[in-house]
């Protein structure tokens, strides 16, 4: 049973919303960045899972994504996320 929020909790759910595109906008950019780096494997398995949970609240196209993320092309994820940050 979910209980009432306070009105400061409110507020920042509501920002968490309101700014959501940036949100993801800022984790897929360090994504890139700690994937250009040549992260461990297991570090890199994770750090895909989140690029595609990421880039499913995104507008980008679905089977590009899932492309993208099978391939686990970074110059490629940088330009999505480069055009998506247009």
């Known amino acids: 049973m979910p209980r009432d929020l306070s009105y400061g909790q409110k507020k920042i759910v509501d920002r968490y919303y309101r700014n959501i595109d940036s949100i ?24 895909w899972k989140s690029v595609a949970a990421a880039l499913a609240k995104t507008d980008a196209d679905p089977a590009r994504v899932a492309r993208l993320v099978e391939s686990r092309d970074v110059p490629a994820l940088a330009r999505l996320v480069g055009e998506l940050s247009r």
Not at 30 to 37: K, N, Q, R, T, Y
């Open 24 to 47: 993801v906008q800022q984790k897929l950019t360090e994504a890139v960045s700690e994937l250009a780096m040549e992260p461990a494997p297991t570090k890199a398995n994770r750090l």
